[in-house]
């Protein structure tokens, strides 16, 4: 069975982690857990990206050299992986001997193809950036944008990538893999960009101005511009591992697509004789109260801090709740306590608590046992069928934000459902027929519990532990199984209580 083969951009480790760098690590996690539960065997690579300029530049700065700049950074990336609760496979560093083997193994291929020859290059260059730039790189009053920060002219020898000669191959390719770019405008963005003509790629810097980088194989004179290293990260990473390649799906920012990973990557792997990846999932920027995010002004979301405060499983249902895959999003202190409070704490936490304590109350902890399959008279049970056939096909489709809205009206449904057959009053009665009602009821309620946080599995994998270890409930090895209404909680002991979405705090 082919592996699902997962990748993240990786990050460039010349500044630390922020929200955009956790957004990207939990929805490509969402993604994973998703593919695992369906039964696809997944393979989930991050990582860093080590060399460059930039990275040089901040070492010399602070007088050390670049290798231990990056050692003392990286570690920050791998603490957001684990503070998250991402489920990666692999870590890749682009310093580490594997990558560079590869690195210089695909550039050796290509040079003796003679897809990569050696010119002279005069034109603007910028440092930011780290690549070449021409007149159409320009604003209309000849300003360069922002982006790009000081912009230079130079004039220097180096070698190129035959980009352009497969041009028309990439052309023909998106036309005929119209799912190859999601969201799928995004595709049209790439089309209109290779409307003009490419420029062969420069991928090679002299060591005289950049010394920290891969050496060219074939002239270590030059070391390896960054994209022609970074990208090779998907590849060299399972290399060795069979039945991985090509890559499923790359989970990238939108201001990487064009043109890095939907120009260069694809022409590259096609030159290389290797199969590009099958889809490239774009997606989009988050915005802090409403501005561009800045630690300078302090506009600014610390995700470790963040989810120190809040709790792991909270900070990933906001960060997936809120922003529509290939979509901008605004992340502010107040919104995310809006849905904390009405959505986490006030919904699904007091759904936990009331089962639980009406379980001890009126059944001496233990899930009793009861014909639920009248209770699909009432609604619930219809309305989970198609809560779960629906929240699978929007899992499919990336709409994570959509599926958890479903997912929530489901537990809304729940907590109603308790409203209409209150059992604190079935409870007073000493009638038989309320008493088996009672039954029903609270077998009824445990068992949606049950169903309805089976649907949260890949967003709030912490949260969804907790709740099956407060029901008794141990799940089985098929996670589609476990999505059938039922009587698995039957005779299960459940626990007193359960403190799941605390009030945070508010400071004075």
Same mark, same amino acid.
């Given at each position: 069975?082919?592996? %699902?083969?997962?990748?993240?951009?990786?990050?460039?480790?010349?500044?630390?982690?922020?929200?955009?760098?956790?957004?990207?690590?939990?929805?490509a996690d969402v993604i994973a857990r998703f593919r695992r539960l369906m039964g696809d065997q997944v393979f989930f690579l991050t990582g860093v990206d080590e060399h460059g300029q930039k990275v040089q530049q901040s070492a010399r700065a602070r007088g050390i050299p670049p290798q231990q700049f990056c050692d003392e950074v990286t570690p920050e990336f791998r603490a957001l992986c684990a503070k998250l609760n991402i489920s990666n496979d692999d870590f890749i560093r682009t310093t580490e001997d594997r990558h560079k083997t590869v690195v210089c193994a695909l550039l050796q291929k290509l040079f003796d193809q003679g897809e990569i020859y050696q010119a002279e290059y005069r034109g603007f260059y910028s440092t930011r950036q780290e690549q070449f730039l021409q007149d159409k790189d320009r604003h209309p009053d000849g300003s360069w944008p922002e982006l790009y920060g000081e912009v230079t002219e130079i004039t220097e020898t180096n070698y190129f990538f035959k980009l352009r000669a497969y041009q028309e191959w990439l052309i023909a390719h998106l036309k005929e893999h119209d799912d190859f770019i999601f969201p799928r405008y995004r595709q049209k963005q790439v089309l209109e960009f290779l409307a003009e003509p490419l420029n062969d790629l420069c991928i090679s810097r002299p060591r005289e101005r950049?010394?920290?980088?891969?050496?060219?194989? %074939?002239?270590?004179?030059?070391?390896?511009?960054?994209? %022609?290293?970074?990208? #090779?990260?998907?590849?060299?990473?399972?290399?060795?591992?069979?039945?991985?390649?090509?890559?499923? +799906?790359?989970?990238?920012?939108?201001?990487?697509?064009?043109?890095?990973?939907?120009?260069?990557?694809p022409i590259m792997l096609k030159a290389l004789g290797l199969a590009p990846p099958r889809t490239l999932l774009a997606h989009g920027w988050w915005s802090v109260n409403g501005a561009k995010m800045s630690k300078s002004t302090g506009n600014f979301v610390d995700p470790i801090g963040f989810a120190d405060q809040y709790g792991v499983d909270a900070l990933r249902y906001f960060l997936i709740r809120e922003m529509s895959v290939g979509q901008d999003s605004d992340f502010s202190s107040a919104q995310? @306590?809006?849905?904390?409070n009405s959505e986490l704490a006030n919904n699904l936490g007091n759904l936990v608590n009331r089962v639980l304590n009406m379980t001890n109350r009126f059944a001496g902890g233990v899930v009793p046992a009861?014909?639920?399959?009248?209770?699909?008279?009432?609604?619930?049970?219809?309305?989970?069928?198609?809560?779960?056939?629906?929240?699978?096909?929007?899992?499919?489709?990336f709409q994570f934000h959509l599926a958890l809205e479903r997912v929530i009206a489901f537990v809304t449904a729940t907590n109603a459902y308790i409203e209409k057959r209150a059992p604190w009053k079935l409870g007073k009665s000493a009638e038989?027929?309320?008493?088996?009602?009672?039954?029903?009821? @609270?077998?009824?309620?445990?068992?949606?519990?049950r169903l309805g946080v089976g649907l949260l599995a890949a967003v709030m994998p912490g949260t969804t532990e907790k709740i099956y270890g407060v029901l008794g409930h141990q799940p089985g090895p098929v996670w589609r199984?476990? +999505?059938?209404?039922?009587?698995?909680?039957?005779?299960?002991? #459940?626990?007193?209580?359960?403190?799941? %979405?605390?009030?945070?705090?508010?400071?004075?």
């Amino acid at each position: 069975m082919k592996t %699902f083969y997962l990748t993240t951009a990786i990050d460039y480790v010349n500044g630390s982690p922020h929200l955009g760098h956790a957004y990207e690590k939990v929805l490509a996690d969402v993604i994973a857990r998703f593919r695992r539960l369906m039964g696809d065997q997944v393979f989930f690579l991050t990582g860093v990206d080590e060399h460059g300029q930039k990275v040089q530049q901040s070492a010399r700065a602070r007088g050390i050299p670049p290798q231990q700049f990056c050692d003392e950074v990286t570690p920050e990336f791998r603490a957001l992986c684990a503070k998250l609760n991402i489920s990666n496979d692999d870590f890749i560093r682009t310093t580490e001997d594997r990558h560079k083997t590869v690195v210089c193994a695909l550039l050796q291929k290509l040079f003796d193809q003679g897809e990569i020859y050696q010119a002279e290059y005069r034109g603007f260059y910028s440092t930011r950036q780290e690549q070449f730039l021409q007149d159409k790189d320009r604003h209309p009053d000849g300003s360069w944008p922002e982006l790009y920060g000081e912009v230079t002219e130079i004039t220097e020898t180096n070698y190129f990538f035959k980009l352009r000669a497969y041009q028309e191959w990439l052309i023909a390719h998106l036309k005929e893999h119209d799912d190859f770019i999601f969201p799928r405008y995004r595709q049209k963005q790439v089309l209109e960009f290779l409307a003009e003509p490419l420029n062969d790629l420069c991928i090679s810097r002299p060591r005289e101005r950049l010394e920290w980088g891969i050496p060219l194989p %074939f002239d270590d004179q030059y070391v390896t511009y960054v994209w %022609f290293d970074a990208l #090779v990260n998907y590849y060299s990473a399972v290399a060795d591992r069979p039945g991985v390649w090509p890559a499923d +799906l790359h989970v990238i920012g939108k201001d990487i697509l064009v043109p890095p990973h939907a120009v260069y990557w694809p022409i590259m792997l096609k030159a290389l004789g290797l199969a590009p990846p099958r889809t490239l999932l774009a997606h989009g920027w988050w915005s802090v109260n409403g501005a561009k995010m800045s630690k300078s002004t302090g506009n600014f979301v610390d995700p470790i801090g963040f989810a120190d405060q809040y709790g792991v499983d909270a900070l990933r249902y906001f960060l997936i709740r809120e922003m529509s895959v290939g979509q901008d999003s605004d992340f502010s202190s107040a919104q995310f @306590l809006v849905r904390y409070n009405s959505e986490l704490a006030n919904n699904l936490g007091n759904l936990v608590n009331r089962v639980l304590n009406m379980t001890n109350r009126f059944a001496g902890g233990v899930v009793p046992a009861a014909d639920t399959a009248g209770e699909w008279e009432l609604g619930l049970g219809a309305l989970w069928a198609a809560t779960r056939d629906e929240v699978i096909a929007l899992h499919e489709a990336f709409q994570f934000h959509l599926a958890l809205e479903r997912v929530i009206a489901f537990v809304t449904a729940t907590n109603a459902y308790i409203e209409k057959r209150a059992p604190w009053k079935l409870g007073k009665s000493a009638e038989p027929a309320d008493q088996a009602l009672l039954r029903t009821s @609270l077998a009824t309620m445990a068992e949606a519990l049950r169903l309805g946080v089976g649907l949260l599995a890949a967003v709030m994998p912490g949260t969804t532990e907790k709740i099956y270890g407060v029901l008794g409930h141990q799940p089985g090895p098929v996670w589609r199984e476990e +999505l059938v209404w039922g009587t698995r909680l039957t005779g299960h002991k #459940v626990a007193e209580s359960a403190i799941l %979405f605390p009030k945070p705090e508010t400071k004075k």
